[in-house]
């Protein structure tokens, strides 16, 4: 499986992304920003980190980069595309995801380890996932993911909520509600379920012995999927 | 020519960064200080002398990057 990850001026989390993806034998590039295409894919991510150091809105400025116009193109052929953190936030800012990640609840950058519910298996990325419950790594200071009512009724009619922060029990109430994102959402889809943008990262829960596999379970399970 | 644009978060959008400067002003005996919501202010030098095109271009802006309008309105002022 053929993936590209983006970098943007900013971005941080590009390295680690790619270790992960080669770990599991994805045969990964790396696409700068200002390219106007994308090599043959099928799989693109957007990493996480601060590209253009977060001015005006997280994501907004990258989200008019040159390269965007080819991973529009792509999402909107059916290609899959993977924004983590910063990535999420650039996929709302092209509006190819709804809503928007604003500034956490508690004004607080959270860097620690939380348990998400995978809410929706009939998707390339979950499909067939081993587990319900995934401990992920989250850190980030606007994750606290907000739409309109409308937005929100047609996310959960048409089961495009993909991850919730939750326990290690699976509750998903407000104490282990992280940021303040409504209704507990970490992830989410767009219509056709092949872009996915959430904001924990499972690039670094890769290894048992330094942080955790629920990362590389995520991982195979797209390769298993593609197959 | 110079055309300023507002932007501030919607009503009913939480804004964490509002409250906090609320509840300091009030710390600081500001007791009076009900609400506070924060926005972003812009100056744009258009090179347009026809005011309404120039407006009609930042407008364009506005909605295409310079706010989010999930979570913000613009005013041209």
């Not at chain 2, 978060?9 to 009030?26: M, R, S």
Request: proline residues 2%; aromatic residues 8%.
């Amino acid at each position: 499986m053929r993936s590209s990850v983006i970098i943007f001026p900013g971005s941080n989390c590009d390295r680690d992304m790619d270790v992960a993806l080669k770990k599991f034998g994805f045969i990964n590039q790396m696409v700068w920003h200002n390219d106007q295409s994308i090599p043959k894919s099928d799989l693109i991510v957007l990493p996480g980190g601060f590209s253009y150091g977060d001015y005006l809105r997280c994501g907004s400025i990258a989200s008019k980069s040159k390269i965007i116009r080819s991973v529009i193109d792509f999402a909107n052929s059916g290609g899959l595309v993977l924004g983590i953190c910063n990535g999420f936030q650039i996929l709302t800012e092209t509006g190819l995801l709804n809503g928007i990640l604003q500034q956490n609840k508690f004004l607080n950058f959270i860097c620690s380890n939380v348990y998400v519910k995978v809410k929706d298996k009939q998707n390339k990325y979950f499909k067939d996932l081993k587990k319900d419950i995934l401990e992920l790594h989250i850190a980030h200071n606007e994750g606290n993911y907000f739409c309109s009512d409308d937005e929100l009724k047609s996310l959960e009619d048409n089961s495009q909520i993909a991850v919730t922060y939750c326990g290690v029990d699976g509750k998903e109430n407000e104490i282990t509600n992280p940021n303040g994102a409504i209704k507990n959402i970490a992830g989410i889809f767009n219509k056709n379920k092949n872009v996915l943008g959430m904001m924990p990262h499972p690039e670094r829960m890769i290894d048992k012995y330094l942080s955790g596999e629920d990362g590389s379970l995520f991982f195979k399970n797209i390769l298993d999927n593609f197959k | 020519m110079k055309i300023k644009v507002i932007v501030t978060l919607k009503n009913g959008v939480l804004d964490p960064q509002g409250k906090a400067i609320q509840q300091t002003l009030n710390g600081m005996n500001f007791g009076n200080v009900e609400d506070v919501r924060q926005g972003k202010y812009f100056e744009i030098e258009v090179k347009e002398k026809d005011e309404k095109k120039a407006k009609s271009l930042v407008d364009d802006m506005c909605k295409k990057l310079l706010a989010n309008l999930v979570i913000e309105d613009y005013k041209i002022v």
